[in-house]
């Protein structure tokens, strides 16, 4: 079973994703956010400023599994800094781009989760987070995409 504090957390760092699908959605909210708090927290710019932030936060994740790991170690850590790489060099050219580019991310992120899994770097319930959280990520990128 998930733990109830990072099935909270987790699910809760889904807001800001579906916040920004819901302001492509509905221009009235988009207009009243942009109007409030600023455009920046509105539309295709909030998912790609909170998709980079999260997936860079990620490889933090990923380097702490690496450091309990003895035999992987360089692996690991090589494997844990990739995402950030990801955001740093492919993120960016516009927002169509740097939505395909985060969602690209964060599908491969889920493929170097399953590996630290296997290598038994991770808690036994780990994946089947990932699973959920990684699918309400791609379905707000993508929205993003096509909407946007």
Same mark, same amino acid.
């Given at each position: 079973m998930i733990p109830r504090a990072a099935l909270t957390l987790g699910l809760a760092g889904l807001l800001p994703f579906a916040y920004?699908?819901?302001t492509i959605l509905s221009?009235?909210?988009a207009e009243a #956010?942009?109007?409030t708090i600023g455009p920046r927290f509105a539309g295709q710019y909030?998912?790609?400023a909170y998709g980079t932030v999260?997936?860079?936060f990620m490889s933090g994740v990923l380097w702490g599994f690496a450091a309990k790991g003895a035999e992987q170690n360089w692996t690991g850590y090589a494997l844990s800094v990739a995402p950030a790489l990801w955001a740093?060099?492919?993120v960016g050219g516009g927002a169509t781009q740097a939505l395909a580019a985060l969602l690209t991310g964060f599908v491969v992120l889920l493929v170097i989760d399953q590996q630290f899994t296997l290598w038994g770097l991770t808690p036994h319930w780990w994946m089947k987070l990932r699973l959920m959280? #990684?699918?309400g990520v791609v379905l707000c990128l993508a929205g993003g995409?096509?909407?946007?």
């Amino acid at each position: 079973m998930i733990p109830r504090a990072a099935l909270t957390l987790g699910l809760a760092g889904l807001l800001p994703f579906a916040y920004g699908l819901a302001t492509i959605l509905s221009p009235a909210l988009a207009e009243a #956010t942009i109007r409030t708090i600023g455009p920046r927290f509105a539309g295709q710019y909030v998912l790609v400023a909170y998709g980079t932030v999260i997936l860079c936060f990620m490889s933090g994740v990923l380097w702490g599994f690496a450091a309990k790991g003895a035999e992987q170690n360089w692996t690991g850590y090589a494997l844990s800094v990739a995402p950030a790489l990801w955001a740093f060099f492919f993120v960016g050219g516009g927002a169509t781009q740097a939505l395909a580019a985060l969602l690209t991310g964060f599908v491969v992120l889920l493929v170097i989760d399953q590996q630290f899994t296997l290598w038994g770097l991770t808690p036994h319930w780990w994946m089947k987070l990932r699973l959920m959280l #990684t699918a309400g990520v791609v379905l707000c990128l993508a929205g993003g995409i096509w909407l946007g």
